[in-house]
């Protein structure tokens, strides 16, 4: 099986560095100005990272997918809280396309580097994401999904 992780809100509460812009999306200039290793390391993983490190320990392939530019502080952080992964799939920097459109491209790249089938991956793998539509997109995919905001409450978030 593949797992595949989204961070921010799915595995990790970084709640304490966003703000949202007054439409509702993501201040990214404070985004940015908050990645810094103090506020990164005050990050504190959600309930769905013992899925994650559950699945890792079992032999089953972790992928982490975010939309964030990853700093060394973000690495620090996954291995200071065990949050191993077989893959890190990440935004670029400059990489400005919408999360589902920019997650979709880096699992179809990623996979075709290993050469395995879009078919086959996408029959075996479960997609943990609290954005309405990455989850959308790998449902079109054929990947099974988890609504992380529910799966995180329900799980005792």
Known sequence: ??????????????????????????????????????????????????????????????????ARVLSVWDHVFLADNNLRSHAILSRAKGDDR?????????LLKHFKSLKIPVARWTRNAVFYDDNQGVLDMANKLGIITRDAVKLNKQLGA
């Not at 809100?9 to 990214?28: A, E, I, K, N, Y």
């Not at 200039?29 to 959600?46: F, G, H, S």
């Not at 919408?98 to 880096?106: I, N, Q, T």
Request: glycine share 2%.
């Open 98 to 106: 919408l999360d589902h459109e920019m997650k979709r491209d880096l």
């Open 1 to 66: 099986m593949y797992y595949i992780f989204d961070l921010d809100h799915t595995v990790v509460d970084s709640s304490h560095r966003q703000l949202t812009s007054v439409d509702g999306s993501l201040d990214l200039q404070n985004w940015i100005a908050n990645c810094t290793k103090e506020k990164i390391l005050a990050d504190k993983v959600l309930p769905i990272a013992d899925i994650m490190r559950s699945a890792y320990n079992r032999g089953d392939n972790v992928i982490i997918c975010t």
